[in-house]
């Protein structure tokens, strides 16, 4: 889909472009579970309802869009490949869909990336392009990728196909648990929150959506209430899927649909990425356990309410946990 | 039930006694779901139907066992409580099923008890007395409990209940997953294995059924062979809930029932144990991982097969993982 609409606006999708790209999608993702935690209701005080999208294809919800915007190409667009820029779920999301076509990946990594994640990157059969590990070495290397091959680039959240394959989860949600009061979802670039917001609203058009992020990197709350995109300083949180700033699309379909973005302390977001371990017994990430964390802290008020929350990923470095002191 | 019968033998449920434990423990257990992985499958080259007892209620399958035998009893024995010694799941499993009869439950733990076990017993309205850690002194302390309170005894698995109790989660995995040809479990004291043996052979005759234990505890599987309850020697394991020995009771249910018992190296346990977190995103304790370690030690064949693999528990210690360096 183009990225602008005739009338010059951002282009985002609406809720028949999210159920499109659920059926397009559906032969190559998981319909993840919903599951529920007597331990964490009493902890918050409100009946939660977790999609699990750490149990998703790559492990992270990223799968979706990056699923839809691949078979989304033509196949004149599809035969020079797909290029992204990505340390993290995102490149391995791209890499997974355009082995599912049986197309080319180039993915563009900072070179101090963790080795496990370039390795499977290349597992998952994409070509890794190292860069210097800034925002100008990353351009660079991503316009000769293009230059040279043609590819199409899928940014990791500003492109109306991946958002379209986002907020497909949403439309699982709510089949799932359809009487719910509440969603909340991670915040970093803002691909997720968008298209959950606009498939949650369409769908029920009296819930009410949150995005959550790290006070260490609140640029979506501030961007949320000045209706500008806020520059974020290079930031420290253990969130690291949670680092980017929203565009200017994602922040527009934000502002039109949620009802606040809330944010959670580094410690909170440790304590709840722990609970969630220990009391449900399942693996999230430290970017996934963010909304739990707001709702810890009370930055989000939903007492007694049904709330949604979609943990986001289960990708974590099992050799050392965030609870753990560094050796 | 009692646990002998008329003639003398060893009394053992039959389908019909655990499918009216199922009725008996729907309200106060969660059915839990069954998932599958495609990595976990590649791997081991067959189709894995993991039953994930790691999310059934205080994070083990001993939940079922423990809850049967406490509604089992009437409500003159109920009213003097119940005791069991345990230093691991089957103590929480009995203190969380006589909170939900609001009766009492005593748990005898030795006193070298990680404090965190000992607190989660308490915790769940249990009394614990602590005795000297060795098997004279934990009987001394059983004995006075019973002498002093009339409490029943619940024994781990030596217990008809109990094993009509286990034998509940193989009922339900042969509904969500009907065309099996093996189920494997993993075997400490045998109450899961005897329980899932008659019920799965019940259901399904020709159905291969597999205890998995630790090569470092391998008595289930000397006694498979020699038809004896063999002692085993103080083990050194990582999958501490597979200590116990089978007891005559047990061990006849699985010499009728079982195809043969397997044994896995403590390195193969580990592995698959931490596959298990990185592929499924689940956390399940060692003993849990036994099966899947077997599997990937190729020490059972089941090329091709519809494989399930019962989860047993996910009660681990967050802050040391087995595949962390001691520090």
Partial sequence: MPDTRS???????????????????????QRTPVLTCRALDAAVGASLYFKCENFQRIGAFKAR???????????????NGVVTHSSGNHGAALAYAASRRGIRAHVVMPEDSARVKIDNVGALGATVHLCAPNVAAR????????RDTGAT????????DVIAGQGTAAVELLEDADTLDVIITPVGGGGLLSGTAIAARSIRPAIRLYGAEPANADDAQRGFRSGRVEPV????????????TVSARTL????????????ASEDAIVRAMRMTWEKMKIVIEPSAAVPLACLLERSIDVDGARVGVILSGGNVDLDRLPWQPTP
């Fill in 233 to 244: 300083a290079p930031t420290r949180t253990i969130a690291d899927g949670l680092r980017s």
């Fill in 7 to 29: 009338d010059g606006a951002l282009a985002l999708p609406d809720l028949n472009t999210i159920r499109a790209a659920h059926l397009r999608i559906a032969a190559h993702v």
């Fill in 252 to 263: 527009a379909a934000i502002r039109a649909n949620v009802a606040g973005i809330a944010t």
């Fill in 153 to 160: 680039l899928v940014h990791p959240f500003d492109n109306v």
């Fill in 65 to 79: 869009g990056a699923v839809n915007a691949v078979f989304s190409l033509s196949d004149a667009e599809a035969a």
């Fill in 139 to 146: 351009e660079v290397m991503c316009n000769q990728v293009l």
